[in-house]
C-alpha cells in the first residue's frame, strides 16, 4: 500500500461543515474520507473549536484542495501531513455505525452485531473502502429512504449510473428482485462494486461496468431503462440530462443526487429541456434529492 495524505484545518463548525461537503462531493479527485471532530473538549465555544482532516490516497492538488475550502467555508490554506503505511480511508470510516433507510439498514462488517433485526429490514454490508456510498452521506440516504417508497413499482431495465460502492445497485436488486445495470468511470469503484454485490448475495443480478455516462455498448444493449439512479454532482448531472433523454424509456423514471440546493433549478431546467418533469423530491438541505419522470 501506497502511503496516505491528510489536510487538516480548524476553525468554527458550520464552514468546515460546508468544506467537508464540498471536498467529499464536488471536487475531483473527491477526498477519500473526511472526518469532524471538537478540536479541545474543554474549550466552551463551540462554534470555534472544530478540526476536519480530509484524507487522500494519492498527493492532493493543494491549490484545488485550498480554493475549495476558501471558496465554500472561507477557510484558509489546509495543512498537509504525509500519513504512516496504513489505510487511513477504512480507518476513518470505521465506526460510523448503522445507518437506517426506510427498511434498508446500512452496516459495515465491523457493525455485523449491532443489526436492529425487525421484520421487513433489508440488510446491507457496505464496508469502508474507497468507492462512495456507504449510506452516511446524506444524497445515498436520501436516495434509499425515496426508493424505499417504490417497492412495488419493480421495473424491468435499471442503471445505477456513476455507481460507486453500488449500493443503489444492491439496494434495486434486492428490493425489486430485477437485474440492475451498475456503470462508474472509476475502475476500482467498479472492482469494489462487484464485492459488494457478492457479499450482498445479488453478485448474479447486479452487472458492474466501467462507463463514462452511457457511452458503453452493455448499457446501449439494454436501453431504454424504466429507472436510473445517478448520484453524482451537479455538473455531470446537468451535461448527461440529453444522453439521460435518449436512454430512458416513455414514463421512465430518473433519480437524481449529488446537487445542492443552489443547483437544483439549473439541472432541473436541463432535464425539462430532455423531456422530464419533477414528480417527488425529498427536502433534506443542502443535498435535495430528485424524482423525474420522461413524459
Request: charged letters at 20%.
Amino acid at each position: 500500500m501506497t502511503s496516505s495524505y491528510k489536510v487538516t484545518w480548524t476553525g468554527p463548525r458550520a464552514a468546515l461543515e460546508k468544506t467537508a461537503d464540498a471536498l467529499s462531493e464536488l471536487m475531483w479527485p473527491t477526498a477519500g474520507a473526511v472526518s469532524l471532530a471538537k478540536e479541545d473538549a474543554t474549550v466552551e465555544d463551540g462554534d470555534s473549536a472544530w478540526r476536519l482532516d480530509a484524507y487522500f490516497d494519492a498527493p492532493p492538488d493543494m491549490d484545488a484542495v485550498n480554493a475549495v475550502a476558501a471558496g465554500h467555508g472561507g477557510l484558509g490554506a489546509g495543512a498537509l501531513e504525509t500519513l504512516p503505511d496504513i489505510d487511513w480511508v477504512a480507518h476513518a470510516l470505521e465506526g460510523l455505525g448503522v445507518v437506517r433507510c426506510g427498511r434498508f439498514v446500512l452496516y459495515g462488517v465491523h457493525d455485523a452485531d449491532k443489526l436492529p433485526g425487525e421484520d421487513g429490514d433489508i440488510p446491507i454490508r457496505i464496508d469502508a473502502n474507497q468507492a462512495f456510498g456507504t449510506g452516511h452521506h446524506p444524497t445515498t440516504a436520501g436516495c434509499l429512504t425515496l426508493l424505499d417508497r417504490f417497492a412495488g413499482f419493480a421495473p424491468k431495465s435499471i442503471l445505477d449510473l456513476g455507481c460507486g460502492s453500488a449500493v443503489l445497485a444492491i439496494a434495486a436488486a434486492t428490493l425489486w428482485g430485477r437485474d440492475v445495470l451498475a456503470s462508474d468511470i472509476d475502475a476500482t469503484s467498479v472492482e469494489i462494486a462487484v464485492e459488494n454485490a457478492r457479499l450482498n448475495g445479488v453478485g448474479a443480478r447486479v452487472t458492474p461496468l466501467v462507463a463514462a455516462g452511457f457511452d458503453h455498448p452493455g448499457i446501449a444493449e439494454a436501453a431504454p431503462f424504466d429507472f436510473v439512479f445517478a448520484n453524482i454532482l451537479a455538473g455531470p448531472l446537468a451535461e448527461l440530462a440529453p444522453a439521460m433523454g435518449r436512454h430512458v424509456a416513455k414514463n421512465g423514471r430518473v433519480m437524481l443526487a449529488g446537487l445542492m440546493s443552489e443547483q437544483e433549478e439549473r439541472v432541473t431546467a436541463a432535464y425539462a429541456d430532455a423531456g422530464f418533469r419533477v414528480i417527488n423530491r425529498l427536502d433534506q438541505p443542502p443535498w435535495p434529492v430528485l424524482l423525474l419522470v420522461r413524459t
